[in-house]
């Protein structure tokens, strides 16, 4: 039985459904990914020009708005406890479009229920849906015990700067969730490793080697070109073969790209093509011992084929993945992307790549973030389920996951919808980081009526 409460939450959301779409077309419209810095911009002018968009609609639905000198921004509501505040925090900037689309990326579609656009679940969707919740409790919630803010980022998939800065610099919010991951709640993630693999100088066949736009994302296309007539190929499945020239060929691979926490069901178009190159036979030396590594790294995403596999039974297995390849200056360097579980660390994986790859690769520019986790019986962890549980009559439970989002940075918070992972994609859409990106608008509704009614029962709890 849907309460009066929740039945005056739909009746906003109908209302105000075509300034939601409209609103999400002019973020989309953006391409908002990392450039060079520049003045109040830090992460280059197209992040900026995101933030500044989503604080002017900010102000539009009647919202005080903050720019942290381009790091990160936010719209709040004040409240009578005005020394703590609860926090949304979500990320204006995106990965780069990449291949496969089939209309512009930063052109909101809508197709049978779902909009398409790079963003438009990777996170300006949801950091919308946020906004226009603290619209409604401004218009109809009354005075609120705590302030709310909604943070909005402008580094997440590039760094994460942007929360750093805020941690050091600003204060934080006594819980706060991020809308930037899969519903229902998530209550833990895996730690996040990532590093280059670079080669001695290499000399003989191979002319140039790239493919991948982000280390956290399974790369859709890759190429080589290779010292040798396009007779020296075998034909090979998801392989083009294109000559340039009587001796030299383009080697071209096709894969099905996807967030490298979410390896199942993926294509790495970087290790299709290295075994078309192996399979030529016209390596030798260095070069050859470079690709044998190289298609070990790729054979497998669990780690396996490498000797790191790992899981804990809290987390899901440990996943790998070589998101992107460069072959400059005769330096053959691949990325490598570890999602791991507690029974892994920053020394074991170090070890294991010295072991795995230390004849013919050097690791190098590591990151690395320890897994974090929260019991799901704390009272804002289970505010959360219980109002999920209760819009969606699903029964869910909290979850861990081997993606990193804000949520990790803050003492005490998780991430929060709205994705679906669990929930089939129409053959026109995509995944987050993937070509032809997409969202059930209906889901995405529903998640608008769950943030609302959550951050009204947050308000209740004793922080």
């Given at each position: 039985?849907?309460?009066?409460?929740?039945?005056?939450?739909?009746?906003?959301?109908?209302?105000?459904?075509?300034?939601?779409?409209?609103?999400?077309?002019?973020?989309?419209?953006?391409?908002?990914?990392?450039?060079?810095?520049?003045?109040?911009?830090?992460?280059?002018?197209?992040?900026?020009?995101?933030?500044?968009?989503?604080?002017?609609?900010?102000?539009?639905?009647?919202?005080?708005?903050?720019?942290?000198?381009?790091?990160?921004?936010?719209?709040?509501?004040?409240?009578?406890?005005?020394?703590?505040?609860?926090?949304?925090?979500?990320?204006?900037?995106?990965?780069?479009?990449?291949?496969?689309?089939?209309?512009?990326?930063?052109?909101?579609?809508?197709k049978d229920g779902w909009v398409l656009g790079r963003g438009v679940l990777d996170d300006k969707g949801p950091v919308l849906l946020c906004l226009y919740a603290l619209k409604y409790l401004r218009e109809q919630a009354g005075a609120l015990r705590y302030p709310i803010r909604v943070l909005m980022?402008?580094?997440?998939?590039?760094?994460?700067?942007?929360?750093?800065?805020?941690?050091?610099?600003?204060?934080?919010?006594?819980?706060?969730?991020?809308?930037?991951?899969?519903?229902?709640?998530?209550?833990?993630?895996?730690?996040?490793?990532?590093?280059?693999?670079?080669?001695?100088?290499?000399?003989?066949?191979?002319?140039?080697?790239?493919?991948?736009?982000?280390?956290?994302?399974?790369?859709?296309?890759?190429?080589?070109?290779?010292?040798?007539?396009?007779?020296?190929?075998?034909?090979?499945?998801?392989?083009?073969?294109?000559?340039?020239?009587?001796?030299?060929?383009?080697?071209?691979?096709?894969?099905?790209?996807?967030?490298?926490?979410?390896?199942?069901?993926?294509?790495?178009?970087?290790?299709?093509?290295?075994?078309?190159?192996?399979?030529?036979?016209?390596?030798?030396?260095?070069?050859?011992?470079?690709?044998?590594?190289?298609?070990?790294?790729?054979?497998?995403?669990?780690?396996?084929?490498?000797?790191?596999?790992?899981?804990?039974?809290?987390?899901?297995?440990?996943?790998?993945?070589?998101?992107?390849?460069?072959?400059?200056?005769?330096?053959?360097?691949?990325?490598?992307?570890?999602?791991?579980?507690?029974?892994?660390?920053?020394?074991?994986?170090?070890?294991?790549?010295?072991?795995?790859?230390?004849?013919?690769?050097?690791?190098?520019?590591?990151?690395?973030?320890?897994?974090?986790?929260?019991?799901?019986?704390?009272?804002?962890?289970?505010?959360?389920?219980?109002?999920?549980?209760?819009?969606?009559?699903?029964?869910?439970?909290?979850f861990t996951i081997g993606g990193g989002t804000y949520a990790r940075h803050f003492p005490l918070a998780v991430s929060f919808g709205p994705e679906h992972n669990d929930e089939p994609l129409p053959p026109?859409?995509?995944?987050?980081?993937?070509?032809?990106?997409?969202?059930?608008?209906?889901?995405?509704?529903?998640?608008?009526?769950?943030?609302?009614?959550?951050?009204?029962?947050?308000?209740?709890?004793?922080?």
């Amino acid at each position: 039985m849907v309460t009066q409460e929740r039945k005056k939450i739909q009746d906003f959301i109908r209302a105000n459904e075509a300034d939601i779409l409209r609103d999400l077309a002019r973020l989309v419209a953006i391409p908002s990914t990392q450039g060079e810095p520049e003045p109040d911009a830090p992460f280059g002018a197209a992040p900026k020009a995101a933030l500044d968009e989503a604080l002017a609609i900010s102000t539009e639905l009647g919202l005080a708005v903050h720019n942290e000198k381009g790091y990160i921004g936010w719209a709040e509501l004040p409240g009578k406890e005005p020394e703590k505040y609860l926090g949304v925090i979500g990320h204006l900037d995106v990965v780069p479009a990449g291949n496969g689309w089939d209309a512009d990326p930063f052109t909101l579609r809508q197709k049978d229920g779902w909009v398409l656009g790079r963003g438009v679940l990777d996170d300006k969707g949801p950091v919308l849906l946020c906004l226009y919740a603290l619209k409604y409790l401004r218009e109809q919630a009354g005075a609120l015990r705590y302030p709310i803010r909604v943070l909005m980022g402008a580094n997440e998939e590039t760094g994460m700067l942007d929360v750093e800065y805020f941690v050091k610099n600003c204060k934080l919010p006594v819980f706060c969730f991020t809308p930037d991951a899969e519903f229902p709640v998530c209550n833990g993630e895996k730690g996040i490793f990532q590093g280059m693999l670079y080669s001695e100088k290499l000399s003989g066949k191979l002319l140039q080697f790239e493919g991948g736009v982000a280390k956290n994302a399974v790369p859709d296309r890759a190429a080589a070109l290779v010292a040798a007539p396009i007779s020296a190929f075998p034909a090979m499945e998801h392989i083009t073969l294109e000559a340039d020239g009587p001796d030299r060929t383009w080697v071209r691979g096709q894969g099905i790209s996807g967030h490298a926490s979410l390896p199942a069901g993926t294509r790495n178009a970087i290790g299709v093509v290295t075994d078309c190159l192996l399979q030529s036979g016209l390596f030798e030396g260095a070069e050859l011992a470079c690709l044998q590594a190289m298609h070990k790294l790729h054979a497998s995403t669990d780690g396996s084929a490498i000797g790191m596999a790992a899981s804990d039974g809290r987390f899901t297995p440990l996943t790998l993945v070589g998101g992107m390849v460069r072959f400059e200056n005769g330096i053959l360097s691949q990325s490598v992307d570890i999602r791991y579980p507690t029974t892994m660390d920053q020394k074991k994986l170090e070890q294991g790549f010295a072991a795995a790859f230390g004849d013919c690769f050097q690791l190098g520019d590591v990151f690395c973030q320890e897994p974090f986790y929260i019991e799901p019986d704390h009272p804002a962890i289970e505010t959360l389920i219980d109002t999920y549980n209760e819009v969606t009559g699903e029964g869910k439970k909290p979850f861990t996951i081997g993606g990193g989002t804000y949520a990790r940075h803050f003492p005490l918070a998780v991430s929060f919808g709205p994705e679906h992972n669990d929930e089939p994609l129409p053959p026109f859409a995509g995944p987050i980081h993937g070509a032809n990106e997409g969202a059930d608008w209906r889901r995405m509704l529903e998640a608008l009526e769950i943030y609302i009614l959550s951050l009204l029962r947050l308000e209740e709890i004793e922080f």
